[in-house]
């Protein structure tokens, strides 16, 4: 089982980008769908989750408005779309897959599978 993400880069604030994580070897559409992100020397927090058919999602309060999580099953990939850009979103962010959808991707204790994350910074 596999996540693997990638679109990160360098932006300047105010601008847009697309991450994007795929799944292998896993029945996609059992697993809600997340990500997270870490900036230097902060500890990790949520950015944001969707559930198994795409239906419903739910996003940390500072990304909230600005950002948007998508998923294709067909294609086994969760997109994150992030648009308004701040320094502060500087982070390597990871998505992550659960089967469950409950507090586990509030404090991020218990996913059961991790990506390797895709650096994003956001220049002023």
């Known amino acids: 089982v596999q996540l693997q993400a990638s679109g990160g880069g360098l932006v300047q604030a105010g601008g847009s980008l697309r991450v994007s994580c795929a799944a292998f070897?896993?029945?996609?559409?059992?697993?809600?769908m997340g990500w997270f992100r870490q900036a230097p020397g902060k500890e990790r927090e949520f950015v944001g989750v969707?559930?198994?058919?795409?239906?419903?999602?739910d996003y940390a309060d500072s990304v909230k408005g600005r950002f948007t999580i998508s998923r294709d099953n067909a294609k086994n990939m969760v997109y994150l779309q992030m648009n308004s850009l701040k320094p502060e979103d500087t982070a390597v962010y990871y998505c992550?897959?659960?089967?469950?959808?409950?507090?586990?991707?509030?404090?991020?204790?218990?996913?059961?599978?991790w990506g390797k994350g895709t650096q994003v910074t956001v220049s002023s």
């Open positions: 070897r896993l029945i996609f559409s059992n697993y809600a």
């Open positions: 969707i559930n198994w058919s795409g239906s419903s999602t």
């Open positions: 992550a897959a659960d089967e469950a959808l409950g507090s586990m991707w509030y404090n991020g204790k218990g996913i059961d599978i």
